[in-house]
């Protein structure tokens, strides 16, 4: 009985075949949607039939399994693409191809729950190039604009370049350990971590996984492909920055047991998922675009995931992708019905946020920046100190990954502060709910994430901090806690405060070109458009 | 040796470029039906004439191949392009041979049913041009659809049994320089020409001074039947691949 669940992901190709033949135009959405909700009501019952139980259901032959793993992600999955089908409902209304959205989101549904349970390398590559393809129709979706269709370009190389790393990654894995089967290759690395392994062989594997994730996560310098996506329709992107982005961590996931074997591996991952959050969080605040500044956003997000997994908090970073799922789906799905709002009623339409902090305040500017500074900055560490000092007696053998889940939010802070314009907003209310958030994603991580650490991966959780050899000390923690706080900050403060230079003033040179390069988003079109000698 | 000889002619590219293509008569989509044939002859005559393949007729088929991937860039004709395909993957061809059969026919479906597109817009816009024929998947979405489905099939995405087939033989077989020069040439060289075309014909936007001509119901049945066996082909590949 309990292997139904294991039809999942067929059930999406199953709606999208069925949509494909339905006449009338109200049926597409309402077939979709009941066929989904049949979707979250299996995931749901599998979840609890995983933890009542304390058992895997596994099927067709071995190669689909709903684990652990699939116990969180898959209803996550079904429940987010439940509340997108519902949104694009309306949404999707007057576009052309109505009828074509819907049979390609539900391909791109099918390809993540079949990555999200398959237990074997070829399905987790067919799933891999299946969600690649799918992904590229949708972001061309509005075929006819040429900007569209040349974003997607970019999205579609990524990805194919991602699909051919991952390809060589599994005939290697295959050559070295003789099989394709993940519960069999898992038990394989299980036993070897406990002696010690000298095979570059591993390494080379555990890289080109690394590799091929961090282009599906849009990690530097493989980003370039999200941030340019803002054309696609906002239920694609709700589905981009919620479902697609999080296939690297995923992946990491699924293969933890490889990466204990290659250390090296983690530090690679923790390095450039380090530079990838620093980077894309600076380019965020300079960036005019806002849906690019989000992107950006998801980039420092997916950025802050890989240095939890470079860290052996492989745990942690599921959790951080759900959680960040549902904050960026709800923020595009939000700013799309406030757009839709927008075009009807020529005021902005008055949101919970809105009528919360926007009160419109005169008052002199430009002396406040020790203030704002003491209140932003020092406040969350106090609070972040404080609860850690509450729930732990060794605070100074803090788990190095708390740090990075409060970079993580000091980024989503510094994102709501530039949309909701934090200089013309009630500072104190603004800062009572960014201290309660912080709190709230503090005490939720010591009790869930830690609660889902030990229902993922059990007693084997502390094989993962042991083989990250990458120690990052608590005060190394802090001081780049406070630098990255700082920089967020005083960019803040610059947008906001600081009155525009006229003409005859010149700005200090070496900062001026700092912040050119991060306006031009670290000059990437340049290179590519003198590469291309199309240079004006 | 002849053998390797006469089966790099029949697949290569290069010969057709330098007699067929001068000849006026004979048209490209001849070239296509004629080159289709061969490839055919040759799956069959490799089951039966076991042979080993030469290194020196994988790379010259390699460097033919990039020249077609060259020459394919260039056109916007869909019978050139069934036949740049062949010549594209020629190099798979030689390197797996017998063992290649069930990729070569998926090809070879798959480019069939480019041919009738072909076919179709030659009856209906004058010409197998689709330079000027833009935004097909907006004005007519069911050869919108039949289209992205060939182009996926040999852009090398499953489900469809190329994509199937490929990584088949590439999972199992022995990996090393001349083998990556194939494997990336023919997953890059594939996709880059199909993304070409969807970008050229079924993207952008409807061009206003053409008239739009809907697909009758006897000239979707060769594409249906082309799509159900290509689906056919995918349950038969998941199943050699996965079992």
């Keep these: ?536 | 040796m002849i053998y390797n000889i006469l089966f790099l002619t029949l697949v290569g590219g290069i010969p057709y470029y330098l007699i067929l293509e001068k000849i006026p008569a004979i048209k490209s989509k001849h070239i296509f039906l004629l080159s289709a044939f061969l490839l055919l002859s040759t799956i069959i005559l490799s089951a039966y004439v076991p042979n080993e393949h030469k290194t020196s007729l994988v790379i010259v088929s390699l460097v033919s191949s990039l020249f077609t991937i060259y020459k394919a860039t260039k056109t916007t004709n869909f019978y050139k392009l069934a036949y740049y395909f062949l010549f594209v993957n020629a190099p798979f061809f030689v390197l797996y041979e017998g063992e290649s059969a069930l990729y070569s026919l998926s090809l070879l479906l798959s480019l069939l049913g480019l041919y009738w597109i072909g076919r179709f817009y030659e009856r209906n816009y004058g010409s197998a041009n689709y330079r000027y024929i833009t935004g097909i998947t907006l004005v007519r979405p069911y050869i919108g659809t039949y289209l992205t489905f060939y182009l996926i099939a040999i852009a090398l995405y499953p489900p469809f049994p190329n994509s199937l087939f490929f990584l088949k033989y590439i999972l199992g077989s022995e990996s090393n320089l001349l083998w990556f020069g194939v494997v990336i040439t023919l997953f890059f060289g594939n996709f880059f020409l199909a993304m070409n075309v969807m970008k050229k014909t079924l993207f952008g936007r409807p061009n206003s001074h053409i008239h739009y001509v809907h697909m009758t119901a006897r000239e979707k049945m060769p594409h249906i039947l082309i799509i159900g066996m290509l689906l056919l082909f995918s349950v038969f590949g998941l199943k050699e691949i996965l079992l």
């Design chain 1, 1 to 536: 009985m309990e292997k139904i669940i294991l039809l999942i992901p067929g059930i999406p190709i199953i709606i999208a075949f069925l949509l494909f033949f339905i006449r009338k135009k109200e049926l597409i959405p309402k077939v979709s949607i009941m066929l989904s909700s049949m979707i979250a009501l299996l995931a749901l019952y599998g979840t609890y039939y995983v933890i009542s139980n304390d058992t895997q259901i596994v099927g067709f032959d071995g190669l689909l399994v709903y684990n652990e793993l699939s116990a969180i992600l898959v209803p996550y999955v079904a429940i987010l693409g439940l509340v997108i089908r519902k949104y694009a409902t309306k949404y999707m209304w007057d576009e052309a191809g109505y009828r074509r959205f819907f049979i390609l989101l539900n391909f791109i549904f099918a390809s993540i729950y079949l990555f999200v349970m398959s237990n074997n390398l070829i399905v987790l590559a067919l799933a891999w190039q299946l969600l690649s393809i799918s992904l590229y129709l949708l972001v061309s979706f509005n075929v006819g604009s040429n900007t569209a269709v040349k974003n997607a370009k970019w999205v579609m190389i990524i990805h194919k370049a991602a699909d051919l790393v991952f390809i060589i990654a599994i005939i290697l894995t295959y050559q070295t350990f003789g099989s394709f089967d993940l519960t069999e290759l898992s038990a394989k690395w299980l036993s070897m971590a406990h002696t010690p392994v000298d095979n570059p062989m591993i390494f080379v594997i555990g890289l080109l996984f690394l590799i091929a994730a961090m282009m599906k996560s849009a990690i530097m310098p493989f980003h370039i492909w999200l941030p340019y996506t803002s054309e696609a329709p906002t239920p694609v992107s709700a589905v981009m920055h919620a479902g697609v982005v999080n296939v690297g961590g995923i992946l990491l996931n699924k293969l933890a047991f490889l990466l204990i074997l290659a250390p090296a591996v983690l530090n690679i991952a923790f390095v450039v998922g380090l530079v990838t959050a620093i980077m894309a969080s600076l380019i965020m605040l300079t960036v005019s675009d806002i849906k690019r500044s989000l992107g950006y956003s998801t980039v420092g997000q997916m950025g802050y995931m890989i240095m939890e997994i470079g860290l052996g908090a492989f745990s942690l970073a599921i959790y951080h992708l759900i959680v960040h799922g549902i904050f960026k789906a709800t923020l595009f799905l939000e700013s799309g019905a406030l757009i839709k709002l927008a075009r009807h009623d020529s005021n902005l339409p008055k949101r919970l946020t809105y009528e919360l902090f926007w009160e419109e305040k005169i008052k002199p500017k430009g002396k406040k920046l020790f203030n704002y500074l003491a209140f932003f900055a020092i406040l969350p560490v106090v609070a972040f100190v404080g609860i850690k000092m509450v729930l732990t007696d060794d605070f100074f053998e803090l788990n190095a990954s708390i740090i990075i889940l409060a970079f993580a939010w000091l980024t989503g802070t510094q994102l709501f502060l530039s949309f909701f314009k934090v200089s013309k907003a009630d500072s104190l209310k603004v800062i009572f709910a960014l201290v309660s958030s912080f709190v709230i994603i503090l005490f939720t991580y010591e009790f869930i994430g830690l609660a889902l650490e030990h229902f993922i991966y059990g007693e084997n959780a502390a094989l993962f901090y042991k083989a990250a050899t990458f120690n990052v000390t608590t005060i190394m923690s802090l001081v780049m806690l406070a630098a990255i706080m700082a920089v967020g900050w005083l960019f803040m403060y610059t947008q906001h405060f600081v009155k525009v230079l006229k003409s005859d003033k010149k700005q200090d040179s070496l900062k001026w070109s700092f912040y050119k390069f991060l306006a031009k988003e670290g000059y990437f079109f340049n290179v590519i458009e003198t590469l291309k000698g199309n240079k004006k």
